[in-house]
């Protein structure tokens, strides 16, 4: 695949070859590649309806392929039966974009509620080990009796991550996680996602359209555009992709501040300045 950074010594544990996604006449996917490596933080981003939560969901067997093979922990998806779909699910958690919370349950029971469907444990440690995630992800007791309709935004984003955590993952998506947060909740929210990283050992992969949580956090970023992954790379080698979506994204007026950051990409936006970026060829 053209425009991956090189991979010594490192696993893939997601593995996207030759996607194809179609809806009716629709094609929201074409021959898109893709690899997640352990231990990474990959990005996500494209434009609206590029197709990003369609990709996770065929990650993750909510959605099926129209073509091309999804490899999740070295497991073809489609040749699994539903008892290995299952055993699968238990290693990874996912953030949804939207309705996030069940709005009948409880915070705790929210939290629970990944547990209990596993049916393999009395309720009371179900209920301890929710408070534990709760916890976790910088909430308390006291929250646990909370509906979600009185959740803050940064809150119901916590409660989420927190349920996405309840199996104990080692791999996570988050969709659009730092959406609808004022700036200070975004950069608690993308201290938090460190700090899990850091003691949980989590491989994340990531959606966003927020430049400042990108920058912050992730290893490599993968570029969704013309149906397929343009270029999965750290941002410094990125910005030198010479595509429009990458030179609006990043080196617009916003991309830029955000780079500011990252004193190694704001070099490269900067000697980009006079508009020219390096043409993505080959093994780039
Ligand atoms: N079940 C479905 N049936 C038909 N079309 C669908 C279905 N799910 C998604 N699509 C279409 O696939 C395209 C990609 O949708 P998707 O939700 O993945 O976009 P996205 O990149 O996540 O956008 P956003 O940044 O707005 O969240 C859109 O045109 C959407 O309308
Ligand atoms: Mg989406």
Redesign the pocket.
Known sequence: MSGVAPAAGRTAIIEVRGLV?R??Q?T?HEGLDLDVYRDEVLSIV????????????QIIGL?RPSAGTIRLFGQEMSRLDAAQLQLLRNRWGMQF?RGALFSSLSVLDNIALPLRELRCLPDNLICEAALLKLELVGLSARDADKMPADLSGGMTKRVALARALSLEPELVFL??PTAGLDPMASDDYVALIRTLRRELKLTVVM?T?DLDSLVALSDRVAV?ADRKVLAALPIPQLLQVDHPFIREYFLGERGRRALAAMPEAAAVAASLTDGRAVALTGDS
Not at 46 to 57: D, E, F, I, P, Y
């Open positions: 996604k809806f009716g629709h929201v494209g434009g609206s309806g590029t197709g990003k939560t369609v990709l996770l969901r959605e974009q969709d659009e959606v359209h969704l």
